[in-house]
């Protein structure tokens, strides 16, 4: 801040202080701001009201939803600007617990699995840990420091020097007290204030553990009257006390346990309630315009009554000196030390790569990408971020406090589903975190239709470019005879088995924030047993084509879906080429047409290049739109028979339903394909989903009469699937109820209900 403006803003404040009557100078006013969730968007409206009407605002307490309100007024915004933040994606991000695309660390994420649940286990105990909490609070934390860290350190962390004198409350539940805040961390009082139970992780303060202030002082006029003693309180509460338990029903008991009532009244005299009338979810923040209207609304049919009692006025003028004032003093965020709390010596050299800080001056937004990569790490349990301005150095320290991740994870789920091809799942890993990271996995499938092992070892280091170094080995069965039913009798093929075992070596790094490139070789031995002929008897044996092949991989990878399944956000994209040579072996059966002792032996050698993408847009409102595409081009020479060359080609499998049936007419080595996906959102987690795609093959595969294989004649037809779905997303997993169609089918049409995902592990060729 330049002489000059410190000049002009100090005299400004002084001419406009002395121009004012001692009498009117003298009246000062305190706003109290209640807690209630959603709801408390309201005082929004209210803070637009009254500064409408040049209300002054000398003093400010709230709770919960009222003190983060609040606090952004007491720091220099205006109500507009605050208004703008909660509409923002940024605010609605924060209340669903969702990290921002735009520092989304992707590298860092698990490959998915079927997995419904995870259990955390300690050393010396089999224990499980129920979660404490149903978002992530990684955002909020940090913005709200962002928000407030320059501020509090302009008040020199007094809460009484801030732009607008300010205290918040929070809950002590072991002391079963009321804690105020009068000092100290301003965006820790807040985010402690706001631990809603169950919805919002609780913060350790100063040794004790903080819940929402709601739980014992939902409206905190009391620490206004005992604290500042103002002329005349308006108070804006969204919320009353709870009405008695129900006996049916739990939730009311555990609240009545949990909260104690409030005083919603003002203990002076001189005072008015504003009550702003709002219907929405208690964490819908969806539309958030109405909240804000009600609270202008209720404040504006209050106007007459204050303005009768409050004399004193504030200009426009007056109040954006004071605020541009207060904001030129905030020191602007450069950190310099970095304090890490929670991890042994090693693991804090581990935190300190992943920051990439070397004991020298981080901006913000250096620190703010290293965070988030931090955060993203499934060795880390949770990360806390505290900014406090150092006046010797004039710089920020930024004190972080992490849980490492216990060390042995257990992760169940599967699926069920109308057609036999539900599954159950299993899985255990085992973290460790030093001067590397590493994690150690296994997992099982089992059910009709899909059975396998995978064990991996996944080893991360925090060099200056990141990278991890992957072993697998991967045992899977997969049996396509049980995995259709009388809705797809015409689809189901005659008898068709396949296992596949191989071990796997990747390495890879990161590009950017959302991708990584991969590359790695592999060796896999894959059999398949089929019939190439509907008729047959038990006594007949099936064909078997064994394939022992050597294969070396690379691709680049972008993922920023939201989900693992039903994606609706975000996008994905992957290109990867792929060098396949080895050794095909076949024995036919006694159903084919060869004679049944020759023995059939051939070398390929091939290249593969395959991209898959999606991307979803209209991030916002209900419907939304997204495309796929899909194409490969492949090299490979035919196999021995018209099975054998179908099982080894490309298959476009765009559908979960689609992923569990041998769709012929969807394999070969040269394809382009496409479709449109439509989106829309009944209620938050129930929405119906529309999904057509064009599948474009170059050259079909074509079955001769001696059972072997042949190409068709180039772009001679294109074949189209359909699918219509109702998805409910659960806490758990996805529920799904489609139709699906395929042209070209005796039967085109199935019906697919399913509960849990329908995903299954890597496979050898993919």
């Not at 709770?63 to 605050?82: D, H, K, R, W």
């Not at 002082?217 to 604290?227: A, H, L, Q, R």
């Not at 103002?230 to 009353?240: C, W």
């Amino acid at each position: 801040m330049t002489f000059f403006k410190k000049t002009f803003y100090l005299f400004l404040l002084t001419v406009l202080q002395f121009s004012l009557p001692s009498t009117l100078k003298a009246q000062k006013v305190g706003l109290v701001l209640s807690g209630g969730a959603a709801s408390g968007i309201a005082h929004i409206g209210v803070l637009k009201a009254l500064e409408a009407n040049h209300v002054p605002i000398d003093y400010i307490t709230g709770t919960s939803m009222g003190a983060l309100i609040g606090s952004l007024y007491a720091i220099g915004y205006s109500p507009e600007q605050i208004e703008e933040m909660v509409k923002s994606e940024q605010f609605k991000n924060w209340s669903e617990g969702i990290v921002d695309q735009k520092f989304a660390y992707y590298f860092k994420r698990d490959d998915n699995n079927a997995s419904w649940i995870s259990f955390k286990l300690s050393d010396s105990s089999l224990t499980s840990l129920l979660p404490t909490n149903l978002i992530s609070p990684i955002a909020m934390d940090f913005g709200t420091m962002e928000l407030a860290g320059g501020a509090a350190a302009a008040a020199n962390y007094n809460f009484d020097s801030l732009f607008i004198p300010f205290r918040c409350v929070a809950s002590d539940i072991e002391l079963k007290k009321s804690v105020v805040f009068r000092k100290g961390d301003l965006a820790e009082a807040v985010r402690a204030s706001m631990s809603y139970p169950f919805y919002i992780k609780p913060i350790t303060v100063d040794g004790k553990l903080l819940y929402d202030g709601g739980l014992y002082n939902n409206f905190p006029s009391n620490i206004m009257y005992e604290d500042f003693f103002p002329d005349f309180i308006i108070g804006s509460n969204v919320t009353g006390n709870n009405p008695p338990p129900n006996e049916d029903d739990v939730f009311s008991q555990i609240k009545s346990m949990l909260q104690s009532k409030s005083d919603y009244t003002i203990q002076c005299e001189a005072g008015v309630i504003i009550e702003p009338k709002t219907d929405v979810g208690l964490f819908n923040f969806n539309n958030v315009e109405p909240i804000i209207d009600s609270g202008y609304s209720a404040a504006m049919r209050q106007m007459e009554f204050i303005l009768h009692y409050i004399d004193r006025r504030v200009e426009p003028m007056e109040i954006a000196a004071k605020r541009n004032y207060f904001k030129e003093k905030q020191p602007k965020i450069v950190f310099d030390q970095i304090y890490i709390e929670g991890l042994n010596r090693k693991q804090s050299e581990y935190a300190r790569k992943v920051l990439r800080h070397k004991n020298k001056l981080v901006n913000f937004e250096d620190i703010k990408e290293g965070y988030f990569r931090l955060a993203s790490d499934n060795k880390i349990k949770s990360i806390y971020p505290k900014a406090r301005y150092n006046p010797r150095t004039g710089f920020y320290d930024l004190y972080l406090k992490i849980k490492k991740e216990r060390n042995i994870v257990t992760y169940f789920g599967g699926n069920f589903s109308n057609r036999p091809i539900s599954e159950g799942f299993l899985g255990v890993q085992y973290n460790y975190l030093g001067r590397f990271a590493a994690g150690f996995m296994a997992n099982a499938y089992f059910g009709k239709l899909y059975n396998s092992v995978m064990v991996k070892t996944r080893l991360d280091f925090p060099f200056k470019t990141p990278l991890y170094i992957e072993p697998l080995f991967v045992w899977s069965k997969w049996d396509y005879y049980k995995s259709s039913n009388a809705f797809l009798e015409d689809i189901k093929p005659a008898y068709l088995i396949r296992r596949e075992t191989f071990g796997e070596l990747n390495t890879g790094f990161p590009t950017g924030k959302k991708g990584r490139i991969v590359t790695g070789g592999s060796l896999a031995e894959i059999t398949d047993n089929y019939y190439q002929t509907p008729n047959f008897s038990q006594k007949d044996t099936a064909d078997r084509t064994d394939f022992k092949v050597a294969s070396g991989q690379i691709y680049y990878e972008i993922n920023s879906l939201n989900r693992k399944q039903y994606a609706n956000k975000g996008e994905y994209l992957n290109v990867k080429l792929r060098y396949v040579n080895g050794l095909e072996t076949n024995k036919p059966g006694s159903t084919t047409v060869i004679d049944t002792l020759t023995k059939y032996n051939n070398y390929h050698e091939w290249v593969v290049l395959k991209m898959t993408g999606e991307r979803y847009f209209n991030r916002r409102g209900a419907f939304k739109i997204g495309v796929f595409g899909e194409g490969a081009y492949s090299t490979q020479t035919l196999f021995n028979n018209y099975t054998s060359s179908i099982l080894s080609a490309p298959a476009f499998q765009p559908t979960p339903d689609s992923k569990t049936l041998f769709l012929e007419n969807y394999r070969t080595h040269k394809y382009l394909a496409g479709g449109l996906k439509f989106v829309v959102n009944v209620r938050k987690n129930i929405e119906f989903r529309a999904e057509a795609y064009i599948y474009q093959p170059y050259q079909v595969l074509l079955k001769t009469k001696d059972l072997k294989v042949e190409y068709g004649v180039p772009f001679s037809l294109q074949h189209y699937i359909g699918t219509g779905a109702i998805v409910w997303h659960t806490p758990v997993g996805p529920m799904c109820l489609s139709v699906n169609y395929y042209d070209k089918e005796k039967d085109p049409f199935s019906l697919l209900f399913h509960f849990g995902y329908i995903l299954f592990n890597k496979r050898a060729l993919d």
